[in-house]
């Protein structure tokens, strides 16, 4: 299996960051403005991105202001299984965001294009906490 590994730091604490993760508001700022989205254990939520499949993940753990994990019930078939995961650590005024996309079967293009798309995540995570706006699917050209 093939994993993607990020880090961003952000100049934010932690229970902030954790808002903007696990919010409607907050993912809609940096993810995409369309979902259904609720914080709880077992939760199944919907990302949308334009005429794409639903991406429909499943929350599987939750640590306030820790941790975050999901796992793919359906989307583009080469995410359906594998899992992501947010891990937030804070320390000296700045928040560590780890995330993880792990258990992809292949590295392929779409991998790469995903791995990048990640890191625009993150990039829009932190400026959305640092500034108050994101960088979400509708405000970018592809």
């Known amino acids: 299996m093939i994993n993607i590994e990020q880090i961003q730091y952000i100049k934010a604490p932690a229970s902030q960051v954790y808002q903007a993760l696990t919010t409607a508001a907050g993912l809609a700022a940096i993810w995409t403005k369309e979902l259904t989205f609720s914080a709880e254990p077992g939760a199944i939520n919907e990302f949308r991105f334009g005429d794409e499949t639903p991406t429909k993940m499943q929350i599987t753990a939750l640590t306030p202001n820790q941790r975050m994990d999901w ?13 992501v995961c947010f891990e937030l650590q804070e320390s000296n005024g700045k928040t560590a965001v780890t995330l993880q996309h792990a258990d992809w079967r292949e590295l392929t293009d779409f991998y790469r294009f995903c ?3 990640w890191a625009i995540f993150l990039l ?18 592809f």
């Open 71 to 83: 796992l793919c019930l359906d989307s583009d078939p080469e995410w359906i299984g594998t899992r």
């Open 115 to 117: 791995n990048y798309n």
């Open 124 to 141: 829009s995570l932190k400026q959305y906490c640092e500034s108050g706006t994101g960088i979400n699917f509708q405000a970018r050209s």
